[in-house]
């Protein structure tokens, strides 16, 4: 059972830069895609990043150009790197994984609270 801890997170001030990490307990390998997502109060989880097992990477509206998805297979580690924060980015960010074969993104971290103040 492959279980994700995020960390990272923590409050900020708008236009500064937070790092958030995702640690696989298994091998980052064995997932097709791993992706960031966010949910911010009283709103539903929207998705964030992806990195494929092909290195390919997609990004939300929102984080293109500010945020950064890159994995270390060696760490078996996900991160996402986020420039230029704004106080819209406060939300709790999750970790999640794909596997082969599925459509959806089953595996789930806690979750890391970023909060950005204006």
């Known amino acids: 059972h492959v279980q994700l801890v995020e960390s990272g997170g923590g409050l900020v001030q708008t236009g500064e830069s937070l790092r958030l990490s995702c640690e696989t307990s298994g091998s980052l390998g064995s997932f097709l895609a791993m992706a960031w997502f966010r949910q911010a109060p009283e709103k539903e989880r929207e998705w964030v990043a992806s990195?494929?097992?092909?290195?390919?990477?997609d990004y939300a509206d929102t984080a293109k150009g500010r945020f950064t998805i890159s994995r270390d297979t060696a760490k078996n580690t996900v991160s996402l790197l986020m420039n230029s924060l704004r106080p819209e980015d406060t939300a709790r960010y999750y970790c999640?994984?794909?596997?082969?074969?599925?459509?959806?993104?089953?595996?789930w971290g806690q979750g890391t609270q970023v909060t950005v103040s204006s």
């Open positions: 990195i494929f097992r092909s290195g390919y990477t």
């Open positions: 999640a994984g794909r596997r082969p074969g599925r459509s959806a993104y089953e595996v």
